[in-house]
């Protein structure tokens, strides 16, 4: 059994921030690794950043160097710290426990206006 729970998500102009956080609980909460996935409109989900519980983190291209994942192990949290927003960061969040395949939670947007 797997919880996930996104939040943060909101409206921002282009060149904004925004926070996101996702609380695992049950098996997931001591996942080694965990992702955080996002689905703009008429396009496929695609994965956005990978933290393990110790380690080198991972980005996509599309958002390296203005993304942060993070992960606080005592709050059973991961987060993605979101700077200089572009519309192409429009789309729905979710957070991602590998060890649980198709297991997702209720996702968090995130709209960036031009």
């Known amino acids: 059994q797997v919880q996930l729970v996104e939040s943060g998500g909101g409206s921002v102009q282009a060149g904004g921030s925004l926070r996101l956080s996702c609380a695992t609980s049950g098996s997931g909460s001591r996942s080694n690794v965990m992702d955080w996935y996002r689905q703009a409109p008429g396009r496929q989900r695609e994965w956005v950043a990978r933290?393990?519980?110790?380690?080198?983190?991972g980005y996509a291209d599309s958002v390296k160097g203005r993304f942060t994942i993070s992960r606080d192990n005592t709050k059973n949290t991961i987060y993605l710290q979101m700077n200089s927003l572009e519309a192409e960061d429009t789309g729905l969040y979710y957070c991602?426990?590998?060890?649980?395949?198709?297991?997702w939670g209720q996702g968090t947007q995130v709209t960036v206006s031009s």
């Open positions: 991602y426990d590998p060890k649980f395949p198709y297991v």
């Open positions: 933290i393990p519980i110790a380690g080198i983190t």
